[in-house]
């Protein structure tokens, strides 16, 4: 494809999309199809030849687009919002326009310059204590194993120390925490029967007293507690884990303590919301998702930590070909999780955030709280009517 073609392309696009965001609700909220029937429709081998731009988009329209799902359709309330927005767009249309593979600060020293910059823009917005530092994960299920991969290598240096013999390491969460900590449990290598869940109240939350009753019972079985991961807007119910009273207990007993907030973060914006992070001062990790629930478009996952000293120690290769003469001074975001090629993706972060303001994503957040605020009204007059909401496992 040449410039020109590219130019014509490009802007037809940017038209269909701003049509989109404008007409998505004239589209079924569900895609209307069976399973297989899109497959059915493209060709089973790869085209030998370079077909024409025009046929492409043709097939785009008439097959892909019935088979999408649309999460940006206003009757969308499955999982959650995943709410995108122009300006997260536009940021990604130049991440992708650059194309800069953003491995460690030389390979695109803006790209990790504004990462650090726009990370603690948001700690910052959330109210997050000042000592955390940030990187962006793709998603919380990357960032909530990083954080048990992290906590795994203090505990097992912890027990060097000692110079004991290294027993069975132990996480926590609660009743309600999501699925994506018993995948990390099983990758990072504790061991699925290594993952104990803690009862809940009659709010869904977390009860730290038999939080430490678990600790004490697993040291004395010889176990070694290693993380305890709470929750701040369960999955099931929204339900706020108490961090205050959990955060002594990881502290009392030297356990790596990770806030899953992937989806309820955002509400920390709200000064009215804050209240949640009360106790924060004592957190290893954090993660919480522009991509659910402030406006930037999937995948943008913001993760937090109190000692990126342990992080990079966990994560840290210097091959010759990736050593630079700045790496004493910068950041190298490879050193800070799983992937070494990593996406530009504080762009669309640095769009949103500049672009709608802090006073516009909080007026954002506040209006969806009371449209849910209507909602629960309604369920108040069901359950008065009879009908009582069961609970539902993660
Ligand atoms: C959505 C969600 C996750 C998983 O997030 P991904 O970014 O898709 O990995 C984890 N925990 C909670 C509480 C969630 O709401």
């Not at 530092?133 to 909530?144: H, K």
């Not at 007293?209 to 040291?219: G, H, P």
């Not at 701040?232 to 884990?241: F, H, M, N, V, Y």
Request: glycine share 8%.
């Amino acid at each position: 494809m040449d410039h020109q073609a590219f130019r014509r392309y490009g802007h037809e696009l940017i038209d269909w999309v701003a049509d989109y965001f404008e007409q998505v609700e004239d589209y079924p909220v569900r895609a209307q199809v069976q399973p297989g029937e899109i497959k059915a429709q493209l060709p089973a081998a790869p085209p030998v030849a370079g077909e024409a731009m025009e046929q492409i988009l043709v097939d785009f329209q008439t097959i892909v687009l019935p088979g999408m799902t649309h999460w940006q359709h206003p009757g969308w309330f499955a999982y959650f919002p995943a709410n995108n927005s122009p300006p997260s767009v536009l940021g990604e249309l130049l991440t992708a326009g650059l194309g800069a593979q953003c491995m460690i600060w030389q390979t695109s020293p803006a790209a990790a310059e504004l990462e650090e910059v726009v990370m603690d823009w948001l700690r910052q917005m959330l109210g997050l204590p000042p000592g955390m530092t940030g990187v962006i994960q793709d998603t919380s299920s990357t960032a909530t194993l990083c954080a048990l991969l992290a906590a795994r290598e203090r505990a097992t240096d912890f027990a060097a120390n000692r110079g004991g013999v290294r027993q069975p390491l132990r996480v926590y969460t609660s009743e309600e925490g999501h699925s994506s900590i018993d995948k990390g449990v099983k990758i990072a290598g504790y061991g699925i029967e290594n993952l104990r869940r803690i009862p809940t109240d009659e709010r869904f939350a977390m009860i730290p007293e038999a939080l430490d009753a678990a600790l004490r019972e697993d040291r004395e079985q010889g176990l070694q507690p290693a993380c305890v991961i709470a929750t701040l807007g369960t999955t099931s119910s929204t339900a706020l884990d108490p961090l205050e009273p959990i955060g002594e207990i990881c502290a009392r007993h030297g356990v790596w303590f990770h806030v899953d907030a992937a989806f309820g973060g955002t509400a920390a914006l709200l000064d009215e919301k804050r209240g949640m992070l009360k106790g924060a001062e004592r957190l290893d990790s954090f993660v919480f998702n522009p991509h659910k629930w402030m406006l930037t478009n999937f995948d943008c996952s913001a993760f937090f930590v109190k000692d990126p000293g342990t992080l990079i120690r966990t994560f840290e290769i210097h091959p010759e070909y990736l050593k630079t003469g700045h790496d004493a001074q910068v950041r190298n975001y490879r050193d800070w999780g799983i992937q070494l090629g990593r996406r530009f993706r504080a762009l669309k972060l640095w769009f949103v955030i500049r672009s709608y303001g802090v006073e516009g994503l909080r007026a954002m957040v506040r209006e969806h709280l009371r449209l849910a605020e209507l909602s629960t009204c309604a369920w108040r007059s069901c359950s008065r009517a009879g009908w009582s909401p069961t609970r539902a496992s993660s």
